[in-house]
Nanobody, 120 residues
Framework: QVQLVESGGGLVQVGGSLRLSCAAA??????MGWFRQAPGKEREFVAG???????YYPDSVKGRFTISRDNAKNTVYLQMNNLKPEDTAVYYC????????????????WGQGTQVTVSS
């Protein structure tokens, strides 16, 4: 039995920042990442980190978002800076036994999501 719990979402103005956290309980994972999903859109990869520390970002967030992990706490973070209205979505934490890419089907463990809303 495993559980991924996200926190840190909320309402922020354009240009602001948020820091999301995801704590894993029950076991440890090599690969961890973040996806987001806006209404009517596909779930979109936004950041990933492999077991050896390599990080991955799509062009839409590169230079603005940073993924990091604290292995002692079994927690992954997503620092989001210079937020834009198109960043509005439910953000989901994802995990798996190894990093296999940005496709949704490559990730087998998911959190329940936290809402991020960017206004004005």
């Amino acid at each position: 039995q495993v559980q991924l719990v996200e926190s840190g979402g909320g309402l922020v103005q354009v240009g602001g920042s948020l820091r999301l956290s995801c704590a894993a309980a029950g076991r440890t994972f090599s690969a961890m990442g973040w996806f987001r999903q806006a209404p009517g859109k596909e779930r979109e990869f936004v950041a990933g980190v492999s077991g050896n520390g390599d990080t991955y970002y799509p062009d839409s967030v590169k230079g603005r978002f940073t993924i990091s992990r604290d292995n002692a706490k079994n927690t992954v973070y997503l620092q989001m800076n210079n937020l834009k209205p198109e960043d509005t979505a439910v953000y989901y934490c994802a995990a798996d036994n190894w990093y296999r890419g940005s496709r949704r089907e490559s990730w087998n463990y998911w959190g329940q999501g936290t809402q991020v809303t960017v206004s004005s």
